[in-house]
């Protein structure tokens, strides 16, 4: 199985700064035939399903501010959220789909 | 409005059985693969398997294999994950999710269900 492990595992910013996450994967999930990375990140809020942000490592799904974006490429992917919002607060899943089992991160809880 | 309705919370005993649903609506429910993830307290999620119910096309996650069943009946559009017997370490959130596959494209879990918190206890 593929090994996604997030860094940091807690990270406290200040309302309007930067926060950014980043998830390292133990084999590249880039997937040649499309050259798409097959990793999302999901927003976790208490008590609720997790929330699709970003799919192919850097595509927001629809209705998802701007201020976050993903980047990175192979083993190596970052999201970031460029002014953090008060409701931005929650835990955040990396997760591969590029083999079966998908594997997630451990998940990172971001605080102000 | 696409959208995943699970069932409601359960307590049971160990060795008791349980099966768990997800019902799609909004959507061609037999089109796309619907997954079944896993949160035990406070920890993160895990993968444990998933179903295409246009044909019932079944993957399990090792660590799962064996412990679970998912099945689907695509014609009242409703996934499902059972077990035969329960034991306390599948106290959890279950959650189902869509997994968004087309045409030889995947794009990740795009709708989740609210959740089924399963307790077991004695």
């Known amino acids: 199985d593929i090994v996604m492990t997030q860094s940091p595992d807690s990270l406290a910013v200040s309302l309007g700064e930067r926060a950014t996450i980043n998830c390292k994967s133990s084999q590249s999930v880039l997937y040649s035939s499309n050259n798409k990375n097959y990793l999302a990140w999901y927003q976790q809020n208490p008590g609720q399903p997790p929330k699709l942000l970003i799919y192919w490592a850097s595509t927001r799904e629809s209705g998802v501010p701007d201020r976050f974006s993903g980047s990175g490429s192979g083993t190596d992917f970052t999201l970031t959220i460029s002014s953090l919002q008060a409701e931005d607060v929650a835990v955040y899943h990396c997760?591969?789909?590029?083999?079966?089992?998908?594997?997630f991160g451990q998940g990172t809880r971001l605080e102000i | 409005e696409v959208q995943l309705v699970q069932s409601g919370a359960e307590v049971k005993k160990p060795g008791e059985s349980l099966k768990i649903s997800c019902k799609g609506s909004?959507?061609?429910?037999?089109?796309?693969?619907i997954g079944w993830v896993r949160q035990m307290p406070g920890k993160g999620l895990e993968w444990v398997g998933i179903i295409h119910p246009g044909d019932s096309d079944t993957r399990y996650n090792a660590s799962f294999e064996g412990q679970v069943t998912i099945s689907a009946d695509k014609s009242i559009s409703t996934a499902y994950l059972q077990w035969s017997s329960l034991q306390a370490s599948d106290t959890a959130i279950y959650y189902c999710a869509r997994f968004k596959a087309v045409a030889n494209t995947a794009y990740g879990m795009d709708v989740w269900g609210q959740g089924t918190t399963v307790t077991v206890s004695s």
């Open positions: 997760h591969q789909y590029y083999t079966t089992p998908g594997t």
């Open positions: 909004g959507y061609s429910f037999s089109s796309y693969w």
